[in-house]
């Protein structure tokens, strides 16, 4: 076995002590709530980050490629599109026409990005036919445009007005270099759940914006390819690379992680710092299970002396301090651990109750772009918090059931 029946008794006495001998009992239990509050903190502050993150990143794709495929010479033709089509399935890729514009209305104006497309290539699940909220899509009418909420709000438009465009090309007339304007009609209004998006962004036909470019008949000036795993997108990016240099295609590729990196990096950085900062509540947890054994071992010299005395061993000894220290960490490691899953699953709720009770947005959507706090659990990140909090208790432990070893029952026991 590996404790003995009179080793038990003794972490059950040195554990739950007496009220008149009550002191271990206090200890441990601050030991636990302070070990729970820590790994509790750190599983919801993970979550959280986990959550935003998703979010964060999914709303950045949300519409935008995964992988973009450019043109050197400014024009990506029928045929190299075809080509390389034939790797991937039809809704993972879309060729468009996009180019920087401004936008003209009454007395205001706004710079946005235009982005032309092929109706051809818009299935039913594609985000423009997905997050129309007012009037339609864009049919076969080139003078058509679909803006966001937030740019119909800005400019006081709604469906069947009209609205400028212009974009940086000119055309050389006798009066000399004049912008390309072109009237469109508004044929519908897009709520893409982002800010930036529904404010910087407008969508038309492709004939139009091909027109405006005076680009070729057919031809585009972007590729966008979506897939299924957006964080396994070097696979595809290489497959890509290989297709281009095979056919001599003047074409190359940016991924979003390409795009996005110092913003991906960023949050790593943000949620490694954060674990590290919470991980010091464990440790501050854990200095209360060395203060309060080395304590309890000083107050406990006489019987310490007495249990070496009769035959108690240093390696039983060990076995009992270690044992406490282990319990306490186990409880409150568990503890906190169910505290922080059930807080992270329900954290909308949570939010919701505090919002009524205080009657206030803890998250306006205006300022965090976000109306609710987002959350994720990560089994493996809490599996990794709970071995990391009994880890430090255990250690934690060794300092006191070490100086329980060296008692002397012989100046313990001299006075006695």
Same mark, same amino acid.
């Given at each position: ?15 739950? +002590? ?24 750190? &599983? ?35 045929? %190299?599109?075809?080509? /390389? ?34 109706? %051809? ?102 590729? %966008? ?18 297709? /281009? ?16 990196? =110092? ?18 509540? /464990?440790?501050?947890? +854990? ?7 080395? &304590? ?26 270690? +044992? ?22 329900? /954290? ?11 009657? =206030? ?7 965090? #772009?976000? +109306? ?8 493996? %990140? ?5 071995? &990391? ?8 432990? =060794?300092?006191?059931? #070490? ?14």
């Amino acid at each position: 076995m590996l404790f003995s029946s009179y080793e038990i008794l003794l972490i059950k006495r040195f554990l739950f +002590s007496k009220k008149t001998d009550g002191f271990i009992s206090i200890f441990s239990w601050f030991s636990i709530i302070g070990i729970a509050i820590g790994v509790a903190a750190i &599983i919801i502050v993970m979550a959280v980050m986990n959550g935003f993150r998703e979010e964060l990143i999914s709303r950045l794709l949300g519409i935008n490629g995964h992988l973009n495929i450019y043109s050197n010479s400014g024009q990506i033709t029928k045929e %190299e599109v075809n080509i /390389i089509k034939s790797d991937f399935s039809d809704n993972q890729l879309i060729p468009l026409i996009q180019t920087q514009a401004l936008v003209i209305s009454n007395e205001f104006s706004k710079g946005v990005f235009l982005r032309g497309y092929d109706n %051809e290539y818009l299935d039913d699940l594609h985000f423009l036919k997905k997050n129309i909220v007012e009037g339609k899509l864009f049919g076969n009418n080139i003078n058509d445009i679909v803006i966001g909420y937030v740019l119909a709000n800005k400019f006081g438009l709604s469906v069947g007005d009209e609205i400028k465009i212009a974009i940086p090309k000119t055309d050389n007339t006798i009066f000399g270099n004049i912008p390309r304007f072109k009237t469109l009609t508004v044929s519908g209004i897009l709520n893409l759940g982002m800010y930036e998006y529904d404010s910087s962004f407008v969508f038309s036909n492709i004939s139009i914006a091909r027109k405006l470019l005076v680009l070729e008949d057919q031809n585009f000036n972007l590729i %966008e390819i979506f897939t299924q795993s957006p964080n396994n997108i070097e696979i595809i990016q290489d497959k890509v690379n290989r297709r /281009i240099i095979a056919n001599n295609f003047r074409l190359y590729t940016s991924s979003w992680k390409e795009n996005n990196s =110092t913003l991906i990096n960023a949050l790593n950085v943000e949620k490694n710092v954060m674990f590290l900062i919470l991980t010091l509540i /464990i440790l501050v947890a +854990s200095m209360n299970i060395i203060s309060g054994l080395i &304590i309890f071992v000083k107050e406990k010299n006489k019987d310490i002396g007495i249990l070496k005395t009769i035959g108690l061993s240093n390696k039983s000894l060990i076995k009992i301090f270690l +044992s406490i220290g282990l319990i306490i960490g186990l409880i409150g490691t568990i503890f906190g651990g169910l505290v922080g899953v059930i807080f992270s699953l329900n /954290i909308k709720s949570i939010q919701f109750f505090i919002e009524n009770i205080l009657h =206030t947005d803890l998250f306006a959507k205006e300022i965090y #772009y976000l +109306s609710n706090l987002p959350s994720r659990v990560d089994n493996l %990140e809490v599996f990794y918090v709970l071995i &990391i909090s009994i880890i430090i208790c255990l250690i934690a432990t =060794t300092i006191p059931a #070490y100086r329980s070893m060296k008692v002397d029952p012989i100046k313990s026991l001299k006075n006695d």
